[in-house]
Every structure is written in C-alpha cells, then in structure tokens.
C-alpha cells in the first residue's frame, strides 16, 4: 500500500496492514476470495465488489467486534480511510473518549461512521439517510451490533442535508458532522470520462453505490455548497462542519466560497491509505475552537524521494539465473543474472540503459525512457500476428541456390547471419516469428546491414528509429539519415546507439539498482527527472511482472 505510511498517525493500519493470510485461516467467508500472487503473496483482487465487500466486513469484525451486513448494489465502504476520517474529527473536536454528539449526513447501508464513532469512542450519532434500501440495512446494522442506544438512524427526504434532520432537536448542540458526499455529477464522470488525467492509470478497485450515493446535482461541489448554506443557517447548532471529497480540485472553490461567506475557522486535510487519497474539508463559527493544521509538503517530498522496489525471492532465483546463462551471463551471482535479465527486457522494450559504477555487491544501470512501450504490450504482439497474417503472401516459386562466389543484386540485401553462403535468407518477420537472435561473429559494416534490413522490415511496420539516434548524429558531425540509422530495439546493451544520458527528448531517466538483501535480490528504481513518475510505476511493474514470470514457467 503505497500511501499507507502517510496516514493518520493514530490509524492502527499505518504500520501493520492488514495480514491476509491470517484473516483467510480465520474467516472462510474471505478466504474464497484471498488468492497468491507470482511472488508467493496472498491479495486480494479489488476490482471484485464480493472481495471488497468480505475484507471490509472481516476487518471490521475481527479489529472493532462489529458485524455487518452490505448489498452489493450499494456503496462498500473502505475501513482504513473510514478511521482516518473519524481520527481527524478527534482531532478537531479535542477529545477522543469524552462523550460527544455527531451528525453522519448520508449514512449508507453499512452506517459505518457511526459504529466505529461509537465502537471506539462512545460518541452519540444522528445518522440521517434518504435511500430505502440503505436505511433498512443502516438500522439493522445498529440493532444487530447493539448500538441503538448510542446511533440514531431516520430517513430523510430527497435533497435534506441538515436543516430538516435538525428541524425536532432544536435545543441540541451537536459537536460536528461528517459526511461522505456523492463525487461525481453523472454517470459519464462516475465512469471516469473527462473527470481523470488522461495520464493517471485507472483506479485500482472497484466502483460500488446507488445513484444517491455516487452522484448528485452538481457533483460533489455543488452537494458541499449546500451544507454551506445550511450551515450559515444554523450557524453554532454544530462546533464542527466536515466533509470528505474525492476530488483536489474542488477544494480551492469551496474554501473560497467559505471565505466569501465571512467564516472564521476553516481548514483541510488529506487522506492517505492503499493508492487512494481523499481530501477533507472542515469549518466552523465558533472562536474557541482550535484549529488542526492543515498538512505540511513533507509528505509529498518524502514520497518523491522514496524509490519504487520489488524483491525477488530466493526461491525462484536459480531459475533466473539459467535464464541468463542461457543469455550469456557468465557470473555465477544471482544479481548478475537478474541484472543480464533486467538489460534484456529493456532492450526489447527499447529502453536506453547503460551500466554505471555502484557500490559492491550491487550493480546500477541508468535508464532513459524515449517512448512508452510497455503498456499493452500483448495488444501489440496480437495486433503485429493479425497483420502479418493479412499480409498477400507471393505464389511458391522454386528458389535457385546463389553461389557464395556470386555479388548480391541491387535488388538482394545478404543477410548479416547467412552472408557468404548457399542458406537462403528468412525474412525478417521470419526471424521475429522463430524468435531468433542468434550471437555471430561479424564486421561492424555487415552489424549495420543486418540492422538496417531489420529496422526497414518490421514486421508491425513501426518506425523503430528513435528521434534520439539522428539528435545524436547530427550532434556528432555524422551525415546519418534516418533511414541508415541503426536500430536500438534488436541491440546488445553495449552497442545501443548512444549514451542515455545524453538523450535530448525522453519521457523520464531513473536510476536502476540491483542488490543482494539477504539470501533475496531487492531492484530499486530511483526517480532522476522526467514528465511523470507514473510512467517509471508502470515500467516498474512491468519489469516485476516480467521477472516472475520467467519463474513461475
């Protein structure tokens, strides 16, 4: 969980996640959908709504006592982010075990605001809802978990924020409220189009809820305003205004309308837990209250300092290193061959590498991304056979031997590996089809050839040449054109064409570090600069991928 050392220092899943493999052995209801991944780990897939739903049910009976039931069709909450908010209200009402009164605006089917509140601290919720089927299981959950006399679950009427649940308790202060807003404003945005960079990866879990609960009139933003008007109403009925978003961006506008509104206490928060964050956003008319701050940058410099790492355990790393015996590694060090394995993989993706001096026992290679590569990979390789199975193949002809002796014609370029002799020669997408790349002896000119008959005959019909290669050339003094230019996709790494450092134009450079940790080898990948550092995760991933792989067949 890569944002998990970023949560709320009081969250009990800060420095201990959740362990799967003991929560399988415990509950069979989670253990049918605990799985092992490549590396031996047990996960859990959470683009599965049933996954999602059995670990937040096992979490909360096995962590707090509780026991819940949640339809599939209605929003499954998280636990992790779930504490992270209800500590930040801790933090903002100054008090963990006094008894306080609170107010969950939209409470779901699993009224999980109000059990942990009144789990952990004893708190007394109103908990309001306007959907039927989630206040049938809301008040289930209270009564089956004995909560009733501490969680007070009504419905509500359609578009009721505050003013309506407060309209019977009129001489009541309540300490705060919370609330977990619809985010998006129509199915287009809660599918993802035009709400998210097109650059960002798609969201690792799934996306679960009723219409009420996931959207709304305006999105999230518009939903947050009316609390604020509201509020302005009720003005000191509550010490503490909250709300939770799921968007940045709509942090800015809303702290901005609470400024025009003349509010005198207001600040924010974010977050952190697995790869999701979420921001917060409280205020408050009160002058005594005292004011959390909102988070420092720390964070987000730690993050960028923090290398991006996978290890690869002891017990599939003879595998790997026949592999790359098989290639040409002569050492007999496991870091050697993941290392001769790493260049390989980078040479097919096209990634420009070179090896640089590193401390001993580790070995470092310098990495310089020009395009991206690995993502959907196998879409390409199908793309490419679908291609070459279209191709009009010529009528069979007999083929006459051409004796060593005779000159090739202006219309027969000799191949690199049969040059000077009676085989006839495979065409390149021959060559790619038997997966050869076979080590000869050579001149460099007829190394160049061969390269250049590859580069022109590709078998996608992609221009492998880099825009790099011929930036380099010119640089050089070198009347290069593009078409002469060699190949980098079929290379060794210690012919590639130029040096990764010098690379003018290139989507990231990161710095590659294979080391021993104990009887396993530990690979780093260290940020140096780039557009976006979500391209060297991907990368990243796809190498691990790739790896383990090599193992498991």
Not at 145 to 162: E, R
Request: proline share 7%; glycine share 4%.
């Amino acid at each position: 969980m890569a944002l998990n050392k970023s949560m709320h220092p009081r969250n009990r899943y800060k420095d201990k996640p959740p362990d799967f493999a003991y929560l399988a052995s415990k509950y069979p209801d989670f253990q049918q959908h605990v799985h092992t991944s490549l590396s031996g780990r047990p996960v859990v897939n959470f683009k599965e709504p049933e996954a999602v739903r059995a670990l937040t049910c096992t979490l909360l009976k096995e962590d707090f006592g509780l026991t819940i039931e949640i339809p599939l069709e209605r929003l499954i909450p998280t636990v992790p982010l779930r504490l992270n908010y209800i500590h930040w209200v801790e933090d903002l009402i100054d008090g963990q075990k006094q008894p306080r009164r609170g107010i969950d605006i939209g409470t779901g089917a699993s009224c999980i605001y109000p059990l942990l509140g009144a789990t952990m601290n004893g708190w007394y919720f109103l908990a309001t809802e306007v959907d039927d089927i989630c206040f049938d299981y809301a008040t289930k959950n209270v009564e089956q978990n004995n909560m009733s006399d501490l969680i007070k679950v009504v419905k509500v009427p359609q578009k009721t924020l505050l003013m309506d649940a407060l309209k019977e308790e009129t001489e009541i202060v309540y300490d705060f409220c919370m609330c977990n807003p619809p985010f998006f404003a129509n199915q287009l945005e809660a599918k993802g189009v035009n709400s998210r960079n097109s650059r960002r990866p798609p969201p690792s879990s799934v996306n679960t809820g009723g219409v009420t609960e996931i959207m709304a009139e305006g999105g999230e933003l518009e939903f947050v305003k009316r609390i604020i008007h509201d509020s302005l109403q009720l003005k000191k009925r509550l010490r503490w205004y909250s709300c939770m978003l799921g968007k940045k961006c709509s942090l800015a506008p809303l702290k901005e309308e609470l400024r025009k509104q003349g509010v005198p206490k207001v600040t924010h928060t974010e977050f952190c837990q697995g790869r999701t964050m979420r921001w917060a956003l409280a205020w408050s008319f009160y002058d005594d209250v005292i004011v959390p701050s909102p988070p420092s940058k720390k964070r987000k410099l730690e993050k960028s300092r923090k290398p991006l790492s996978f290890t690869l355990p002891e017990a599939g790393l003879k595998e790997l290193q026949a592999k790359a015996t098989a290639l040409g590694c002569t050492s007999c060090s496991p870091m050697d061959g993941v290392t001769t394995l790493l260049e390989k993989t980078l040479t097919d993706l096209r990634v420009l590498h070179k090896r640089v001096p590193c401390r001993s026992q580790e070995q470092s290679l310098f990495i310089t991304a020009v395009e991206n590569t690995w993502i959907h990979g196998r879409q390409k390789r199908r793309e490419q056979k679908r291609q070459l199975r279209e191709l009009p193949r010529a009528p069979p002809t007999a083929v006459t031997p051409v004796p060593a002796t005779a000159p090739p014609s202006q219309n027969q370029t000799p191949s690199p590996q049969n040059s000077g002799t009676h085989d006839t020669t495979k065409s390149a997408c021959d060559q790619e089809q038997d997966g050869q790349q076979q080590p000869v002896e050579m001149s460099d000119e007829s190394n160049t050839s061969g390269q250049r008959k590859e580069a022109g005959e590709s078998a996608a019909g992609e221009d492998v040449v880099m825009e790099c290669v011929c930036t380099e050339a010119s640089a050089a003094g070198q009347e290069t054109s593009p078409k002469e230019a060699p190949s980098a996709e079929n290379e060794l790494p210690s012919k590639q064409p130029l040096s990764p450092a010098v690379v003018e134009h290139f989507l990231f450079k990161c710095l590659l570090n294979v080391m021993l940790e104990e009887k396993d080898v530990m690979v780093e990948m260290h940020w140096v600069e780039g557009q976006n550092k979500d391209l060297m995760n991907q990368l990243c991933t796809y190498l691990k991928n790739t790896l383990l792989k090599c193992v498991a067949k």
